[in-house]
């Protein structure tokens, strides 16, 4: 099967497993090898079955399109895609036509290069039918920010974020860990988890979560990938957005953020390096943002200090595209005198971590911790009801009592709300480290598979 760029993608498997006349469907490639399901697809159906238009929004090539596929296998109706040129000029043409005349459940992929005139079309059609499961839109852009669009459809639409290829999902568990952090830490520190070496951790955060990506080898054909994927979304999704002249330095902006990648950002200092001023740099920021080429980690603050900072840490949505902006790989950080394991490897946690939770029913929400005193804290997960689990990442395969100091500091000051603190790091046993504060393989975000078969 051949998508809208001319590229090969992966085939659809079905089979049926729920009471729902719903269909479990798996993606495989052409050979028939290796059944990836993605985690959104539960959440996915849940909220469809009461929500008139869902909107899958995630970074271009995540695998948006194949899951729209998948669902149109199950469900029926009408999929088409936005990408085409007869298809978008016939939307912007007669949106209300072009809607109305849609069988439903009608899926529309990148919906956003219609423009707002579909989306308001959406709205009318869905004011005079309020049945759920009537659209499914997805887009590269997080276009429904826009003020007017987002109050169009409010009360209409569940927005849901789709993040590239988690290392659970393509090692076929859906993992607990998050919930089990929370309500029973203890069980997760019993855990025996499959030996990972620091190289093949060095490996997976090299390659990322791209579907695309980590099926090539690593090299040339991910290099060809990452330069073609920043091309495109700097020269052309962003051009969508807003009008920029001069674009050159958009892939120089972007690889500044990639250097920064687990940092906080100064807006000051960002202008001097790319030589524009500071509303420049927020503005591509935030046009990054909307592109999903980086997120943001707020910061978090429950008064342990006076002194907290409040700048949001930068990362890059994926991170093998941040390694590969970074000229590094799994050989070159491995060396024992490279630098820059650190980051590459918080982000690759972070991201696995907002990926973990369209697995979890649990609801928490992600922040880091910094004060001016120099204590900080990578990842604060958080419940509505204010209980804390602190997660520390380090690249080494060792960890001492020292590396602990900040999570011992939270754990002190917020007392029972604080539940759990974590150091994932890159060796192969689960420690306790003191009261409430454990050291556990990166890989228990995978259920402690091995990765030999990735």
């Not at 949001?312 to 820059?340: C, M, N, Y």
């Amino acid at each position: 099967m051949v998508d809208k760029t001319g590229q090969t993608i992966r085939q659809i498997g079905i089979r049926c497993t729920t009471k729902q006349e719903y269909f479990d469907v798996v993606v495989h490639d052409e050979a028939g090898h290796e059944l990836i399901e993605r985690h959104m697809l539960e959440q996915l159906r849940e909220v469809a079955e009461y929500t008139r238009v869902v909107l899958i929004n995630g970074p271009r090539q995540a695998g948006k399109t194949t899951l729209l596929q998948q669902l149109h296998a199950e469900l029926g109706g009408w999929l088409r895609s936005l990408d085409v040129d007869v298809e978008r000029a016939s939307a912007r043409a007669d949106p209300e036509g072009y809607i109305m005349s849609a069988p439903r459940p009608t899926f529309l992929d990148e919906v956003q290069c219609a423009g707002d005139p579909l989306i308001l079309a959406i709205k009318t059609a869905t004011d005079r039918d309020r049945r759920p499961r009537q659209f499914f839109l997805s887009g590269s852009t997080r276009f429904l920010t826009v003020p007017t669009l987002s109050e169009s459809l409010a009360g209409r639409v569940a927005i849901l974020d789709l993040w590239p290829l988690s290392v659970a999902e393509r090692s076929g568990v859906r993992p607990e860990i998050i919930a089990q952090l929370f309500t029973e830490p203890q069980v997760v520190l019993g855990t025996e988890p499959a030996p990972v070496t620091r190289h093949e951790y060095l490996q997976l955060a090299c390659a990322g979560g791209f579907p695309e990506v980590v099926q090539r080898p690593a090299g040339r054909a991910r290099s060809r990938w990452f330069s073609d994927y920043l091309r495109t979304v700097t020269q052309r999704d962003v051009r969508e957005l807003k009008r920029i002249e001069q674009t050159d330095r958009l892939p120089r902006f972007m690889r500044y953020l990639a250097a920064i990648t687990a940092q906080e950002l100064n807006v000051a200092e960002a202008a001097r390096v790319i030589g524009v001023d500071a509303g420049t740099i927020r503005s591509d920021l935030a046009l990054f943002e909307t592109v999903y080429l980086v997120h943001r980690l707020p910061a978090w603050s429950r008064n342990l200090t006076a002194k907290i900072k409040k700048r949001s840490k930068i990362h890059v949505v994926d991170s093998g595209f941040a390694a590969w902006l970074r000229g590094q790989s799994a050989d070159s950080l491995a060396r024992p005198t490279a630098e820059g394991a650190g980051p590459i490897m918080e982000t690759f946690v972070i991201n696995e971590l907002m990926k973990l939770r369209a697995a979890t029913e649990l609801e928490v929400d992600l922040y880091h911790f910094r004060d001016r005193d120099g204590r900080e804290i990578d990842c604060i997960l958080q419940t509505p009801d204010s209980r804390v689990v602190g997660v520390e990442v380090k690249a080494s395969a060792t960890v001492n009592v020292h590396d602990f100091r900040h999570l011992s500091f939270a754990r002190d000051r917020l007392g029972d709300e604080f539940i759990t603190g974590v150091l994932f790091y890159t060796g192969a046993r689960a420690l306790p480290f003191g009261d409430r504060l454990m050291a556990l393989p990166i890989n228990l975000l995978w259920n402690g598979q091995s990765v030999s078969s990735l």
